[in-house]
Each structure stands twice: as structure tokens, then as C-alpha cells.
């Protein structure tokens, strides 16, 4: 009876050890700040798009709780100004850059930093080229987990080549972003067919 006792508070130990260990675990805090734009075409769903899919790639990482920055005017390539927005938004971390459009290709230049520049982790860089749009998509999840990693604070596991781990339908993204575009062109034509003759 001594022994079933005994052991059944080992099991009840053990598993108390585990669950207090999972709770102390702790979860970074992300920023995703909206991309700063360099496209002839209309920003807004651009950048919505972008911010989007960051975001919901960031927070299926282990340890990371991202939240997405909405307000345009907090897009930003300065680390300074980065920092300061996540901070605002009561981030760990703040991720932020550029997005590139020219002629069918595009290329994405992100940042990873912790908002506190005195932390021990320094800031990551990852560019991403593609010939065109629907190239890149599949392309963020390879970027959102090294991303992930470097926050986590695994330098060595963030800088090591990281297998492609789809966990969204690109398809369902691009069909999404392929409806924003055309609302956007319809508005466009709308507007012109109701503006005043010029003749």
C-alpha cells in the first residue's frame, strides 16, 4: 500500500514539475509593423496582406505571441522608430521593413529585433526574392521560422538551413489577395465613370 502510495505522489510530482515548467515558459511578445511599400500599385492591400500573413505565421511559433500593428503611419525601415512602435504596442520584439514590387518579381526586406536595444540577442535580417507574387507566399514560412528561432534566442538554430513547412493553404492567400486587387480595380473604374467630363 506504501509503495502505491509513494509512487502514485511521484506521478502527482512529476506532472505538477511539468506543468509549472510550462507555464513558467516564457512568450515573446511580437510587433508585426506594417511594411513600408515600394510599389506603383495601391499600398493599402499590399501591406494589409503582408502584415496578415506575418502574423498568423508568427503566432504558430512555439514561444512567440505576435500581434499585428495596424496604424500605416507605423511603417518604418529605422530600427529607433521600430523599436519605439513596438514598445508602444507593449512588445518583447518588434518585426518591420520593406516590400519591394517591380514588374512581375518582388522581394521582401524583414527585421527582427528586440525593442530593448541593450538585449542580448542582436537584430535579424532576412531578404527574400522571388520572380513573382505567388513565389514569395510559400517562401514566408521558411522566413517565420527562423525568425522564431532567433527569438527564441537560438542564433546557431536561426542562421541553419530550416526545411519549408507549409501551414496554410497559399492557394486560399492568393485567391484573397487576387479579390482585393480586383475591388480595388472595380473601385478604380467605378470612380472614373463617375467623375465629371473634362471636354
Known amino acids: ?14 506532472a505538477t514539475a511539468l506543468a509549472l515548467a510550462a507555464s513558467a515558459q516564457e512568450v515573446a511578445r511580437v ?6 511599400i515600394h510599389s506603383i500599385e495601391e499600398s493599402a492591400y499590399l501591406r494589409a496582406g503582408i502584415s496578415e500573413m506575418l502574423t498568423s505565421r508568427l503566432s504558430q511559433q512555439a514561444g512567440v505571441s505576435a500581434l499585428r500593428v495596424d496604424d500605416a503611419s507605423a511603417a518604418t525601415a529605422d530600427a529607433d522608430a521600430a523599436r519605439t512602435a513596438g514598445r508602444a504596442a507593449g512588445a518583447s520584439w518588434v ?4 516590400f519591394t514590387r517591380f514588374g ?4 521582401l526586406d524583414l527585421r ?7 538585449g542580448s540577442a542582436g537584430p535579424r535580417s532576412v531578404f527574400v526574392h522571388a520572380g513573382a507574387l505567388s513565389e514569395l507566399i510559400p ?11 532567433h527569438i527564441r534566442g537560438g542564433a546557431a538554430a536561426a542562421n541553419a538551413a530550416l526545411p519549408v ?14 479579390s482585393r486587387i480586383e475591388a480595388l480595380e472595380a ?3 467605378t470612380a472614373t465613370a463617375g467623375s465629371p467630363s473634362t471636354n
Open 1 to 14: 500500500m506504501t509503495c502505491r502510495l509513494l509512487r502514485a505522489l511521484s506521478i502527482a510530482l512529476a
Open 31 to 36: 510587433a508585426v509593423l506594417p511594411v513600408v
Open 95 to 98: 518585426v518591420y521593413g520593406s
Open 104 to 107: 512581375e518579381g518582388a522581394s
Open 112 to 118: 527582427c529585433i528586440p525593442v530593448e536595444s541593450a
Open 139 to 149: 517562401r514566408l514560412d521558411n522566413v517565420v521560422t527562423r525568425m522564431g528561432a
Open 165 to 178: 513547412a507549409p501551414t496554410v493553404d497559399v492557394q486560399a492567400e492568393l485567391a484573397a489577395l487576387k
Open 187 to 189: 473601385r478604380g473604374a
